[in-house]
């Protein structure tokens, strides 16, 4: 069964910094890449990063500059950094896997919440 489980949101003013994790289990962590994604109240949900199985980065343009998704693939984890924060940031932030069986397949974790407010 495939787990996505998050961690490390919070309350952070704007400028500040927060660290994301999601850990995974139920599958080959190497052989995926991995995303994060976020909702907004109101709002569509959007992809903020990915990193690929070879381990390059890719960003959302709101985003760039500021965030940086890595992974662990000892650890099957993935994190994200995100510095220099703003308002806009707010947002529940979603870890993300996308396999074929056989047609393309999501699987989300329940999410973490992140606010940024002075």
């Known amino acids: 069964q495939v787990q996505l489980v998050e961690s490390g949101g919070g309350l952070v003013q704007p400028g500040g910094s927060l660290r994301l994790s999601c850990v995974a289990s139920?599958?080959?962590?190497?052989?995926?890449?991995m995303n994060w994604y976020r909702q907004a109240p109101g709002k569509e949900r959007e992809w903020v990063a990915t990193?690929?199985?070879?381990?390059?980065?890719i960003y959302a343009d709101s985003v760039k500059g500021r965030f940086t998704i890595s992974r662990d693939n000892a650890e099957n984890t993935v994190t994200l950094q995100m510095n220099t924060l703003k308002p806009d940031d707010t947002a529940v932030y979603y870890c993300?896997?996308?396999?074929?069986?056989?047609?393309?397949?999501?699987?989300w974790g329940q999410g973490t919440q992140v606010t940024v407010s002075s």
């Open positions: 993300n896997v996308k396999m074929l069986k056989p047609t393309l397949f999501s699987y």
């Open positions: 139920g599958f080959t962590f190497s052989s995926y890449g």
């Open positions: 990193i690929t199985v070879v381990d390059v980065p």
